[in-house]
């Protein structure tokens, strides 16, 4: 059984571009959730998806978008990215909803 | 005033002690998370408990459902459990984290 995998691991962009971040799910989660957390900050919700479909955001703007898909992995999108979206973006996969999350290692994204 | 909030924000302890970190919430919960995060950013999921207590090897979770407060207690404590501890609440459609307890242990 694996565990959650993200990519990649570093990113660099610059602002005004457009990212995509990835995530695979351990296998039988249908739950995947996405968080951003600033340097020195604790995490922030940014959406939940259950069995492709959005189940739950939090306070982020629509330029932050996902896709889940029928493997369960899932992407996050940013778009017009802006210099406060350096962060560590965390992926969880659960069984479902908001049991036990497994959280992957993570992809930083800094902006320029 | 934050909806979860932990405390303390930060804490240092010699090896071997005792350690207590709260967690008190305003919003109605089904369950609540422990978390641990270690320098460069991995994140664990310690426990989910919706009442009662929960045990694992060193760490013990409690939650009060009706005084909306939860700890998590570490005994006899180790540099190795040094990081971050975090908790979270499912609120309606978002999970709502704690602002952390940093945990340092010397041996």
């Known amino acids: 059984e694996t565990g959650v995998t993200q990519s990649p691991t570093h990113l660099i962009k610059t602002r005004g571009q457009q990212v995509t971040l990835r995530c695979s799910s351990q296998s039988g989660h249908n739950t995947v959730s996405w968080y951003q957390q600033a340097l020195g900050q604790g995490p922030q919700f940014i959406f939940q998806?259950?069995?492709?479909?959005?189940?739950g955001r939090g306070n982020f703007p629509p330029r932050f978008s996902g896709l889940q898909f029928p493997n369960y992995s899932s992407e996050l999108n940013v778009n017009a990215l802006e210099l406060d979206d350096s962060a560590l973006y965390l992926c969880a996969s659960s069984l479902k909803g908001w049991e036990t999350q497994y959280f992957g290692p993570g992809t930083r994204l800094l902006v320029l | 005033k934050n909806e979860v909030e932990q405390s303390p924000q930060n804490l240092t302890a010699q090896e071997g002690e005792f350690i207590t970190i709260n967690c008190s919430y305003s919003?109605?919960?089904?369950?609540l998370h422990w978390l641990q995060q270690h320098p460069g950013g991995g994140i664990v999921s310690l426990f989910m408990l919706s009442s009662g207590k929960k045990k694992h090897g060193r760490l013990i979770a409690t939650i009060n459902i009706q005084e909306k407060h939860s700890s998590l207690h570490i005994t006899a404590s180790h540099p190795r459990d040094s990081a971050v501890y975090i908790c979270?609440?499912?609120?309606?459609?978002?999970?709502?984290f704690g602002t952390g307890t940093r945990l340092q242990v010397f041996p």
């Open positions: 998806y259950y069995r492709e479909e959005e189940n």
């Open positions: 919003v109605g919960i089904s369950a």
């Open positions: 979270a609440v499912p609120a309606e459609d978002k999970l709502i």
